[in-house]
């Protein structure tokens, strides 16, 4: 672990790294530090957010950070006197992307700008040099006040910090991006954090739905399961995951497209059970073919169901034009009021580009909450000793 590269002698950090070991059990005498690391995540996640909304559970946090067939995860602790100050996250593809690596770093407040997280990358990035891995990417959140700072994302001011494609800007003096520059990553996009609250008026989404299935025409309709893919479909669902991973704007992120088979579709449906997860999917079909062209997808944690996450929503480029985004999102949230009239909150995620989605998003009531910058830094080779 090449620490010297933060700028901080080894010899006279006041923490000692190393890797995260993951215990058979929380139960099992080794569970300390494993314990204390997600305790450090979910502290931070809440002073940035000022709520405890993104909150995980040490069981959920122990199966999500289990390797898979398709992704290789290791963790690192920063420890002082025992005490866990600092983690990192490393995910590695193995089927596919396999020249990239998604890193994560979060240091206790007490620690911060003393030269640990810039250790904690250090680490990362020399881990996935030692895996022939010369592309890394990260990812920083941006909380805005939503009197003052909701558009800042949005606005391509002159003297923001823009993303080397794509509209959006972060502030110039904002020290997580300041920080992120000096690392050496470049800000590739933007994307914006919004924050839908539930339950909807019932009035609402009844009328929005005749309306987009009207649209829609004859041609579509919706078909909806939750948590497992029916098997005479999960080719073609599978399908519309890879093409996800295509299709949405990507700014200048080096990504290629996923490989997805109806074995990795089973394998990330067992891995959100495992992390105690439940899923919401609709999908719409194409009656005259039989054929899925779209999808989306709400998850959300029965430890804590008022908050829902939405995550992918896709139409095939052929298939654009009709509303059928909309007819998804609208279709879904009508059976997750159904399904779980606890939820409260629906965070969502989209591309500052993707004029398309957020329009969609914003007519459904979404707010922004923050922004989100997405990183790459390109590794130059490991030196020899």
Not at 30 to 41: H, Q, R, V
Request: charged residues 25%; proline residues 5%.
């Amino acid at each position: 672990m090449n620490l010297e590269s933060s700028g901080v002698s080894p010899d006279r950090a006041p923490w000692a790294i190393e890797p995260l070991h993951l215990p058979e059990s929380l139960d099992s005498p080794d569970a300390a530090d494993f314990i204390a690391a997600n305790d450090l995540s979910n502290l931070t996640e809440g002073l940035r957010w000022g709520n405890n909304d993104h909150w995980v559970s040490a069981e959920n946090a122990l199966a999500g950070a289990q390797s898979s067939r398709y992704t290789a995860r290791q963790g690192f602790i920063a420890t002082v006197d025992d005490r866990v100050v600092g983690r990192a996250v490393v995910e590695a593809p193995l089927t596919d992307n396999t020249g990239c690596g998604y890193v994560h770093v979060i240091v206790h407040p007490e620690y911060q700008r003393r030269g640990l997280g810039s250790q904690l990358y250090a680490v990362l990035e020399d881990h996935l040099r030692g895996k022939d891995r010369r592309i890394v990417m990260a990812w920083s959140d941006h909380p805005a006040d939503l009197d003052a700072d909701a558009d800042a994302g949005d606005a391509d001011a002159a003297d923001g910090l823009r993303p080397a494609s794509g509209p959006g800007s972060l502030r110039q003096d904002d020290g997580v991006a300041r920080y992120c520059l000096g690392l050496g990553y470049r800000l590739e996009q933007i994307e914006r954090f919004s924050l839908l609250q539930l339950p909807l008026d019932r009035e609402v989404p009844a009328p929005m739905m005749e309306a987009t299935q009207s649209a829609a025409g004859r041609d579509y309709d919706v078909v909806s399961w939750q948590d497992s893919c029916p098997d005479d479909v999960v080719d073609q669902y599978g399908h519309l995951c890879q093409r996800m991973s295509v299709d949405v704007p990507m700014g200048e992120m080096e990504s290629e497209a996923e490989e997805w088979s109806a074995a990795r579709v089973r394998t990330a449906e067992a891995r959100l059970r495992g992390q105690g997860g439940r899923s919401l999917v609709a999908v719409v079909r194409d009656v005259t073919t039989g054929q899925l062209v779209g999808n989306t997808v709400l998850e959300y944690f029965p430890d804590r169901p008022e908050v829902v996450y939405q995550e992918n929503t896709l139409v095939l480029h052929p298939h654009r034009g009709h509303r059928l985004g909309m007819l998804l999102k609208v279709a879904n949230l009508l059976r997750l009021q159904e399904l779980c009239p606890q939820a409260r909150r629906l965070y969502t995620w989209n591309a500052a580009e993707n004029s398309h989605m957020l329009g969609i998003n914003i007519e459904l009531g979404f707010v922004a909450r923050g922004y989100v910058g997405a990183w790459q830094k390109k590794l130059s080779a490991r030196q020899s000793s």
